[in-house]
């Protein structure tokens, strides 16, 4: 890079302009940090981080500079673990998020077909396993390693909601049910 | 005839048996530890005064408990540890991550009958002088963190949780993490560094063993969900009593998961060693066999970092002949008691207590490329021979699985897996990410073999060489 030039390394958060905290969300923070000793407000990060996705959908530069400056942290201390866990999500995503689990037990009861089966009725990629988005905006698939059900394959999350024994005409139903 | 013994899911799935406060207290909620709370001081024989918490500690030791969490730690052991001379305060994490791949029993317990294990940890913690707890829970349980909630609200309103529970001025609180997705967040070290608000970087140990430099760098007891359940019913029962149910060495029950190709995958509560692991897949109280028309291929008895088992794979142990003298004896795989070290001793673990069958429909190969691939996304990346390993591992059974195999990719794939566990990386996820490629490979080596030679003599056909793995169409296979 020569002296003076403005390039920079591009930053991999995106920005949120119009971000900013209500008072609930303000007052649910303030809650969560009391669940940690006065001096390890850090530990409250991940609550913090949740309850910011919840809100806003996903996690903006923004959003990291601000819990970082309530936590008393450097923001690249919230970056690390926006970058780690795999639950946070760096850009806004569908309103309704498909989490297809793709670990073995489920696979082995039809994960695999349920993932292209969901990607094939909204125009998306069967073969790609991260998170893709429909163009309107609407929907998010993606699979995900294994929810902890093994038992009642192949089970998925839509948003917050989990779903287990998941046939294709459930899978339609459920998409049919997200207005 | 095997039967279930239901001691911690007692009550969870009788007809109209809720989570609320009410129904728990119904069933006789709460009493173990109003009996606990108020546990008089025992004078020994020699003259030493037995405090209650120290009573209900040499309970837990006498009951010959293991941990369910994976490793099969003694409980009582684990909580001997515990420095409690430091001066600073001793923290009680719950373990309620359950990221072991085939392992589905804590979400029973939390959904279902969350003020037992509440109880549980209540005891744990008065045991132990603990007065700030936290239940880790993995972040897909979003509705079991809502539960949980609930439940230690409930509890702080009829004064089971707070400053002075039950009047007795023993005072604890308890509050619920939430994970965010990532499996080695069920290590220890990793769940704790996690809990303070950092990348899971497992700790290394020594210096770092919970029960002395844990969370904050306080003494800390880690225990899994299963595991506080058990100490309730022990608290309760007595240690001595709890160790007769299941075997020796292996006592009390244990909660296994049952997954894969069976009839009637689920939960299964057993004394532990009681039932073997061909009656945990075939009788009818549980797994109640295979499909129709399939035969069995291979199970893997532990959760996915288990070492798979081949049908009809023969072990030579050392048990106990008919008079009573250790004899050698040749037992089949599906003869094998379900329990800690039996499983141990066949090279395997029972570890989180999850079952997976695979019958003869499976492709082997595609089954380890499955669990290879969630190895490779769930590494921290801390240690190069797991993150480098099991990416490699990943990709090569990609490859496989892809119609880009090699003949000699079954030894690459060995010698990569031979280099990763064995103290080179700071915690055990290099051997969970290892055992399974070790254990399918050799196992169903000509499997492996087979496929890449029949790729190879295919581009051979071709003319061409084998595509680098980043060029092959990712194309998912449902044949698995």
């Known amino acids: ?25 303000e007052a649910e923070v303030g809650e969560l940090i009391t669940h940690y000793p006065p001096d390890k407000k850090r530990s409250a990060s991940l609550m913090v981080l949740h309850a910011i996705q919840e809100h806003f959908g996903w996690i903006s530069q923004e959003a990291v500079e601000w819990t970082a400056q309530k936590l008393g942290l450097q923001p690249i201390n919230i970056y690390e673990l926006v970058t780690f866990y795999p639950m946070f999500r760096q850009r806004p995503m569908g309103k309704y998020q498909i989490k297809v689990c793709r670990t073995l037990s489920c696979a082995l009861g039809g994960s695999y077909k349920l993932h292209k089966h969901f990607c094939e009725k909204l125009g998306l990629d069967p073969h790609k396993h991260g998170p893709q988005t429909t163009k309107d905006g609407k929907f998010t698939v993606e699979f995900v390693e294994c929810l902890a059900s093994c038992g009642t394959a192949p089970v998925m999350m839509v948003n917050d909601e989990f779903y287990e024994g998941v046939s294709h005409a459930k899978a339609d139903e459920v998409l049919g049910n997200c207005k | 005839m095997p039967q279930e013994y239901r001691l911690i899911l007692k009550h969870a799935d009788q007809p109209g048996y809720t989570p609320g406060l009410d129904c728990y207290l119904r069933h006789g909620g709460y009493e173990t530890l109003k009996q ?44 001997s540890f515990v420095d409690r001379k430091s001066g600073k305060p001793i923290y009680l994490i719950c373990n309620a991550d359950e990221s072991e ?88 070290t990793g769940l704790i560094e996690s809990l303070e608000g950092k990348r899971a970087y497992p700790r290394i140990k020594p210096p770092y063993f919970p029960a002395v430099l844990g969370l904050y760098q306080c003494p800390t007891i880690v225990n899994n969900v299963e595991t506080l359940c058990a100490i309730k019913h022990i608290a309760a029962m007595g ?16 909660i296994v998961s049952i997954s894969g190709h069976v009839k009637r995958p689920g939960y ?22 295979l499909r129709d028309g399939h035969s069995l291929k291979a199970v893997i008895p532990g959760g996915s970092s288990a070492k798979v088992f081949k049908a009809g794979e023969k072990f030579k142990l050392r048990r106990k002949g008919p008079e009573g003298r250790e004899v050698e004896q040749e037992i089949d795989m599906l003869d094998l008691p379900y329990d800690f070290d039996t499983l141990i001793r066949a090279g395997s673990m029972s570890g989180s207590g999850a079952i997976i069958v695979l019958d003869d429909s499976t492709d082997i190969v595609e089954a380890l490329a499955n669990i290879s691939e969630f190895y490779a996304h769930e590494s921290c990346g801390q240690c190069t021979p797991c993150r480098e ?19 000699q990719d079954a030894e690459y794939l060995a010698k990569i897996a031979d280099n990763i566990p064995g103290g080179r990386t700071i915690c055990a996820f290099g051997e969970a990410c290892a055992w399974p490629v070790q254990s399918f490979v050799a196992k169903f080596k000509d499997e492996f073999v087979a ?30």
């Open chain 1, 1 to 25: 890079m020569n002296a003076g030039s403005t390039e920079r390394i591009p930053n991999p958060l995106q920005h949120q302009p119009q971000f900013a905290v209500p008072g609930a969300l």
């Open chain 2, 36 to 79: 606990a709370l108020t546990r008089a001081p025992k004078t020994l024989p020699d003259g030493k005064t037995l405090s209650g918490p120290e009573q209900l500690r040499d309970e837990v030791k006498l009951s010959g408990l293991r941990g369910r969490g994976g490793a099969g730690f003694s409980c009582g052991l684990k909580w």
């Open chain 2, 101 to 188: 791949p085939g392992t589905f029993k804590d979400r029973q317990i939390i959904y279902k009958d969350p003020h037992q294990l509440l109880e549980g940890m209540i005891i744990a913690c008065y045991a132990n002088d603990v007065h700030l707890a936290y239940i880790y829970i993995r972040g897909e349980f979003v509705e079991g963190a809502k539960i949980l909630n609930r439940a230690l609200n409930e509890a702080r309103a009829k004064n089971l949780l707070g400053k002075h529970i039950l009047g007795s001025g023993y005072g604890l609180e308890i509050h619920v993490h939430r994970g965010a997705g990532a499996y080695i967040c069920g290590e220890e």
């Open chain 2, 239 to 254: 240690g001595a009593e709890y160790a007769k149910l299941g075997t020796p060495n292996n006592t009390g029950t244990r």
């Open chain 2, 268 to 289: 299964y509560e057993v004394e532990v060693g009681k039932v073997t692991l061909g009656e945990l897949i075939h009788d009818t109280a549980f797994g109640g066999g």
């Open chain 2, 389 to 407: 390993g099991s990416l490699w591992m990943s990709k090569a059974l990609h490859r496989l699985t892809h119609g880009e195999g090699r003949e």
């Open chain 2, 451 to 480: 496929k890449g030679k029949a790729d190879e003599e295919r581009r051979a056909k071709e003319n061409r060489a084998a595509k680098p793995v980043r060029e092959i169409e990712l194309t998912l296979n449902a044949k698995c």
